[in-house]
């Protein structure tokens, strides 16, 4: 982080088994197959532009609004593949899942932009205090030249910056030594990158915590990129089978299953804290902080 994003009654109708008590950490993807994370959901919200929710409009909070299917296409692989990587990371993690690819009635996927994830900020916004969200995971977003975000998703990570909700976003995969995707770019997200260890390939070679962390080769970063963290995991996929795949995707969910463990009153100090703990990383264009997940 560089400058250190109704009645009562219905409201209970709308919440899910897991409690909101606790600290929760919000993760905006293209949905999720919740049957193996029952423990660790709070709530579900779809918010789409293109194509359909569950309930066949635009907009659903509540049980199912954010699930797909087992059998679901692969263009709705990547957030189970998230939740379960924040998850394995911090077992006890409370999640509220902010859908954002919608199916259309012909039976494709729809489409998603930057946008859907400004959209999903800005419910973030309206929405943190009654679910006590302290951090949004996302792994979305495109490079765009030199940080090209609008004013309203710059705006919507300085509300939730100020009122301590931590935005943890991905660098991006794309090689880039020079810019990060939007929205990791902008000074108030905490933006992470990957690691590579033990090796380089994306064959199922697990992560060696006695291995010395290299930045992976695929990994947006420069100067103001804040951490760099573990990108190779297995996981537990939409169809239930344990699958393995590396990127900054998977550093920014880990991670913030680990921000989400140590939480501090203020974002400055759990920075601060995962700062104290970080070592250093490099390969021959980038070097950053390296933070090792136990």
């Not at 420069?222 to 344990?242: E, H, I, L, W």
Request: glycine letters at 8%; aromatic letters at 6%.
């Amino acid at each position: 982080m560089r400058k250190l994003c109704i009645a009562i009654l219905v409201l209970a109708g709308l919440l899910s088994p897991a409690h909101a008590d606790s600290p929760t950490v919000a993760i905006i993807d293209v949905g999720f197959n919740t049957s193996s994370f029952a423990n660790n959901v709070v709530h579900e919200v779809c918010i789409v532009s293109v194509a359909l929710c569950p309930n066949g409009k635009r907009q659903q909070e509540g049980n199912g609004a954010a699930t797909v299917s087992a059998n679901s296409l692969p263009a709705f692989a990547h957030g189970t593949n998230m939740l379960s990587v924040l998850t394995s990371v911090n077992p006890d993690a409370k999640v509220v899942l902010i859908r954002i690819l919608g199916l259309n009635t012909n039976g494709r996927a729809g489409g998603y932009t930057i946008d859907d994830v400004t959209t999903a900020l800005r419910w973030v916004v309206n929405n943190y205090s009654r679910l006590n969200i302290k951090a949004v995971s996302i792994s979305q977003g495109r490079v765009n030249g030199a940080c090209r975000a609008t004013h309203e998703l710059v705006n919507s990570v300085k509300t939730l910056t100020a009122a301590n909700v931590a935005v943890i976003a991905s660098t991006g995969n794309e090689k880039n030594r020079n810019n990060m995707a939007v929205p990791a770019c902008i000074d108030e997200v905490i933006s992470v990158g990957a690691t590579d260890n033990p090796e380089v390939s994306n064959t199922g070679k697990g992560w060696d915590v006695s291995a010395t962390p290299t930045i992976a080769l695929y990994s947006n970063g420069n100067s103001s990129t804040d951490f760099y963290t573990n990108g190779r995991f297995f996981y537990t996929a939409m169809d239930g089978t344990r699958q393995f795949s590396v990127g900054t995707s998977n550093a920014t969910a880990a991670f913030a299953g680990m921000w989400m463990k140590n939480l501090r009153p203020t974002i400055t100090e759990t920075h601060a804290f995962f700062s104290s703990l970080s070592t250093n990383a490099t390969n021959p264009w980038l070097t950053g902080k390296y933070v090792l997940i136990p």
